[in-house]
Nanobody, 127 residues
Framework: QVRLVESGGGLVQAGGSLRLSCAVS????????MGWFRQAPGKEREFVAA????????YYRDSVKGRFTIFRDNAKNTVYLQMNDLKPEDTAVYYC????????????????????WGQGTQVTVSS
């Protein structure tokens, strides 16, 4: 059974930083592209960042470019999201997800391409 467990969320002031972690078990982590998504209250879940299985390519939504960094440690079966210069509009529940196909697939923003999801971690940014 595939399991994704996020951690690292919390309350932070605007301009602050957080690092989210997502530990994956039950799947050969190093063979799968990974993504981070978020859902703010009253809004639909949206793409944040994605990384290929090797870590060689990444992609971000425009509003987080230059502030967020996605990276992975395949030896630890963990993907991370480093979030700097946080803004109140970044407040949301953040989810990690594993791509449904293994191997050298490109980064994708399409949620339907991800088949396994974590339970989410709350990030709250105060102004």
């Amino acid at each position: 059974q595939v399991r994704l467990v996020e951690s690292g969320g919390g309350l932070v002031q605007a301009g602050g930083s957080l690092r989210l972690s997502c530990a994956v078990s039950g799947r050969t982590f190093s063979r799968y592209a990974m993504g981070w998504f978020r859902q703010a209250p009253g809004k639909e879940r949206e793409f944040v960042a994605a990384i290929t299985w090797s870590g060689g390519s990444t992609y971000y939504r425009d509003s987080v470019k230059g502030r967020f960094t996605i990276f992975r440690d395949n030896a630890k079966n963990t993907v991370y999201l480093q979030m700097n210069d946080l803004k109140p509009e970044d407040t949301a529940v953040y989810y990690c997800a594993s791509h449904r196909r293994w191997g050298p697939v490109g980064v994708t923003t399409n949620q339907e391409e991800y088949d396994c999801w974590g339970q989410g971690t709350q990030v709250t940014v105060s102004s």
